[in-house]
């Protein structure tokens, strides 16, 4: 007994001339410590990435950027701002020649006339930078000269446009009080050919992994997935593709098997995803793998017919899913499903209104093959008033299989139908952010579809000036309620909205943007998950009961 107090006092002296604190923990009061090892605590991201692909190719094609961070983050130096990324050829073996893939001839990447108008919550800001390239990657971006984009203060919006088909995808960080919900809006007018109306996405974060429901390889659509490096080190992707027989085998490896695609550093690589599968199939899922390196991945999709829209990556397999905020006036509503597990999925079908939830008539349940893409076409699913589509588990359980979501939304009839999705999403933390609204066709949709909840809505001031303005929103039990957002006073330009979840259940969110064009109402909208405010950090405390060795 002697021997372990002298041995627990000495070891006791050296961690006090160590770290000048030290502190005798009895085995009951450790015991307990050790439990509040599992606290987390939440705070401010100190360095955010996002990548946003590049526009369009069309000559008739005008985009919109607005970069935006609320106000409140910690510290007083820091910045934001997006640069130019280069556009990798595949063909060209120097491209990928220190990656651990061989890139040469495999993806179906756009040629300089093929794209769209010429004829379509992982977290990187865990703490400090996570993932390969943190440091480097700014410093690789100043080296690039002027940035396209960059913010000058939190809390007001600055835009950009440009209407060179040659527009690059952008790279970029933000960092100190810039970077908790830094938040970029892509918005892409095309006047007339494939992938004609409004086209819009959130720059993401990048990531190693992604699913897309609801793309395709059919006749007369082309869906290209760009996937974008904003790292110092080149990234490796494998393309998986599911469709209703299952995964969607290329004739042979190599060239147009979507295996090892090597993504230069801070460069883009679009696929075309036709050239992946032998012959077209109408609705499939892709799988984005990032064996090494991280990227950001969306799918620009365009139609001869039916317009064009990004599809932005839906929430991670889960046994239930949420896709919020299906327009008023949709015309069409086209549910894609896959269970990406060994097992078949059984799945409730429900539609969170603005009075409560109902079945639709005819597809209340929806039986999910595993491995293999379910679609549904929801017929006269809305009704005069937007909502929300819910789907669970048809019976309760821990067991219940993962499954992907999404849905092509359609509005308008005959030659001016317009094409959006609404993958599924995750709930809102804290708070979410929407940059690039306008004075007119701006609509916010928030679904509630467990218990009631209360959020308050902040519009930023304008690019042009004005100042924020707020209101407090009260949501139903199982129901949805869109609306016109708050607009700043007084303000001119763009502005984004920010979505704070103040008490409540579960609130999921999304943003619509409508522009007539040549007599089409295009239409986009973009999910609205946690803006990355803030991480979990665990707390942490000494513990000395290892150096009791009583038995």
Wanted: aromatic letters at 4%; charged letters at 20%; proline letters at 8%.
């Amino acid at each position: 007994m002697n021997r372990t107090v002298l041995s627990v006092g000495a070891v006791t002296v050296a961690l006090a001339a160590v770290t000048g604190v030290a502190a005798l923990t009895a085995p009951e009061e450790a015991a307990s410590s050790a439990e509040s090892l599992g606290t987390a605590a939440r705070k401010p991201v100190e360095r955010s990435t996002l990548v946003c692909p590049s526009p369009s190719t069309s000559d008739v094609a005008e985009t919109a950027y607005e970069a935006f961070t609320p106000k409140g983050g910690p510290g007083k130096k820091g910045g934001a701002a997006l640069y130019p990324a280069e556009r990798a050829d595949p063909q060209d073996p120097a491209d990928g020649k220190d990656g651990k893939g061989d890139s040469d001839g495999k993806t179906g990447s756009e040629s300089d006339s093929g794209e769209s108008g010429k004829d379509s919550n992982s977290e990187d800001d865990k703490g400090s930078e996570e993932g390969a390239g943190g440091e480097d990657t700014a410093e690789k971006e100043k080296g690039n000269g002027k940035p396209f984009l960059s913010l000058s203060s939190p809390g007001t919006p600055v835009a950009a446009e440009t209407d060179d088909p040659e527009a690059p995808a952008l790279t970029g960080t933000a960092d100190g009080p810039f970077a908790p919900g830094w938040t970029v809006q892509q918005t892409t007018t095309v006047a007339a050919g494939a992938g004609r109306g409004l086209q819009g996405t959130s720059c993401s974060v990048p990531d190693t992994s992604f699913w897309f429901p609801g793309a395709s390889t059919a006749e007369g659509r082309q869906d290209y997935v760009h996937l974008t490096n904003p790292d110092s080190t080149p990234a490796v992707v494998d393309l998986e593709l599911y469709g209703k027989e299952g995964e969607e085998k290329a004739e042979q490896a190599g060239q147009g098997s979507g295996e090892g695609i090597t993504v230069p550093p801070h460069a883009t690589v679009p696929v075309l995803l036709s050239t992946l599968t032998p012959e077209p199939v109408t609705n499939v899922t892709l799988h984005v793998v990032v064996r090494s390196g991280r990227v950001g991945a969306q799918i620009q999709s365009s139609d001869r017919k039916l317009g064009g829209d990004w599809l932005a990556p839906a929430a991670d397999p889960g046994p239930g899913q949420v896709l919020p905020g299906i327009p008023e006036d949709a015309t069409a509503v086209r549910l894609s499903v896959l269970a990406p597990g060994g097992a078949d999925a059984d799945l409730k079908v429900q539609l969170a209104g603005k009075s409560g939830r109902i079945s639709p008539a005819g597809h209340e349940s929806l039986h999910v093959k595993a491995g293999m893409v379910t679609t549904v076409d929801l017929k006269g699913l809305i009704k005069g008033e937007a909502g929300s589509l819910v789907l669970s588990p048809a019976e309760d359980g821990e067991d219940a299989p993962d499954v992907v979501a999404a849905a092509r939304v359609l509005r308008g009839k005959g030659s001016k139908q317009e094409t959006a999705f609404v993958p599924a999403t995750v709930p809102v933390q804290k708070r979410a952010t929407a940059a690039g609204n306008t004075a007119r066709g701006t609509t916010l949709a928030l679904a509630a579809p467990e218990g009631g909840a209360k959020v308050r809505v902040t519009a930023s001031p304008g690019s042009g000036g004005g100042s924020p303005k707020s209101t407090t929103v009260t949501l139903k039990a199982h129901t949805t309620k869109a609306f016109t957002p708050p607009r700043p006073a007084d303000g001119k330009g763009g502005y984004a909205v920010t979505v704070e979840r103040l008490s409540g259940g579960p609130v999921y969110a999304s943003r619509t943007l409508e522009r007539e064009q040549s007599g089409v109402s295009g239409f986009t909208v973009q999910t609205l998950p946690d803006d990355r405010s803030t991480v979990a950090v665990p707390e942490s405390a000494q513990d000395l009961s290892v150096l009791n060795d009583d038995e």
